[in-house]
């Protein structure tokens, strides 16, 4: 495994030491099977005598999958009290609203994100502005999240009523509207890159959203602490931080963010929704 790591580091300046253990064992089992090479010695011979494989092996580390609203539980919090909390301080402050979706792969989340927010400012009447930031390490998935155009099963999660507005059925396939697409800026970015506190594009930090969502768990501790002191150092006073459900007590125990949750009324009851996939910065 080590011979394998510092192969990859010599020949594509990766250091794959950064994944736990057992992710990166897993890929390595999944790309032995796949080769033919029966174990970890003859994966390592297989890559030198083959070197695209350690491009597959690669791609095989990047994790893009991604749906529309994900989850709609989160998607309604923010709907409901996270974007009219943001349009609020918005209005007073005539900022814009700034969101960054990181590992954004082929940018559904950050359309789910774009669609919500345009829809919630057509009903308001003032000059209200949003920066939608979507990065990723992978050019092959930001050229396809730029094109914006998406099969039928995979809107399954978008409501009617966002299809109607956002969406151009072209038979098979579904395109998003150029002025969703026109909402969001994709570029390339690694979060692990130690030369740069946050996307080039986006220097000025001062996120009023961060969403870093089924990522963490892929890393060493060491590596998710430096990724989420990154995006720590780009969220302004007060702002969020989306993570994904597994990922809530990584970020609990990081100094800085402290659990959202909110009293939802429902049907004349009180329900309580403890959200711990939402962080706020302190």
Known sequence: MQQIIRHIKKYRAKDLSAFSDSFLKKSIDQRILETFSNNLAGYFSFINSTPNEIDKLLDSLHISYS???????????????IFPGLIQKSSVSGKSIRIWSTACAEGQEAYSIAMLADDLLQN??????????????????????????????????????????????????????????????FNHYDLLDSNTSSPPSGIFGGYDVVICSNLLIYYKPEIQ??????????????????????????????????????????????????????????
């Open 225 to 282: 602490k430096t990724i989420l002191k990154k995006l720590y150092n780009s969220i302004s006073a007060g702002g969020y931080l989306l993570v994904d459900e597994s990922e809530k007590s990584i970020v609990k125990f990081f100094d800085g963010f402290r659990l959202y949750s909110r009293l939802v009324s429902c049907q004349n009851k009180i329900v309580g929704y403890n959200l711990f996939s939402f962080i706020l910065a302190s």
């Open 124 to 185: 308001y009447y003032g000059n209200i502005r949003t920066m939608i930031l979507a990065t990723d390490i992978s050019e092959l998935v930001l050229t396809k999240a730029r094109k914006g155009e998406f099969p039928a099963c995979a809107i399954k999660n978008v409501k009617f009523s966002f299809i109607n507005k956002y969406f151009e059925n072209k038979g098979n396939t579904f395109l998003i509207s150029d002025h969703i697409r026109g909402n969001v800026e």
């Open 67 to 81: 749906l529309f609203f994900r989850n709609p539980v989160d998607f309604s919090i923010i709907e409901r009290y």
